[in-house]
């Protein structure tokens, strides 16, 4: 089988960055041109694009809670370059099709906090609470402002 034809077989498992293609087909034992090669006529025939993979994986990683600054993080060990990544968000901002950060960190905190009355706690339960509330959306990507407000309008 040629990188070609490989380079194929793995993305129709999945879509993938051209990065991650190419470190496959390398691992596979390819020569470094013959695997440039592949990845070019793959990237030709459109198999391979990072701008839309990227946009593809904002819209999973927000359906699922994650804030941008995580999205970014992954998006760039999976090999998408920061100006993809920058140029695909501002993209998407300009059509209206990211959701609101805050919303959404919003809702995770609803998530955390349940039935709590928060009023009810006293401030070591709420410094509890808020530790808890901070590092759930710090680990989800959220902007630390955004965190901040969270925190402020909830607990």
């Known amino acids: 089988m040629d990188a070609v034809e490989r380079g194929a077989s793995y993305l129709a498992v999945k879509p993938r960055t051209e990065a991650q293609v190419y470190e496959y087909l390398i691992g596979k034992g390819y020569e470094e041109a013959e695997v440039r090669e592949a990845v070019d006529s793959l990237k030709e025939y459109h198999y391979i694009d990072d701008e839309e993979f990227a946009r593809m994986y904002i819209r999973y990683a927000q359906d699922r809670g994650r804030g941008l600054e995580r999205i970014k993080r992954e998006l760039s060990s999976k090999g998408v370059g920061r100006d993809t ?46 530790g808890r509330v901070s590092r759930r959306l710090a680990s989800r990507g959220f902007k630390t402002d955004i965190i901040y407000d969270v925190l402020s309008k909830t607990i």
């Not at 920058?86 to 960190?105: G, K, R, S, W």
Request: glycine share 2%; aromatic share 4%.
């Open 85 to 130: 990544i920058e140029d695909v968000i501002y993209q998407l901002q300009q059509e209206d099709a990211l959701p609101d950060e805050m919303e959404m960190a919003l809702a995770v905190a609803a998530d955390i906090l349940g039935d709590i009355d928060v009023s009810t706690l006293d401030y070591r339960e709420k410094t509890k609470l808020r």
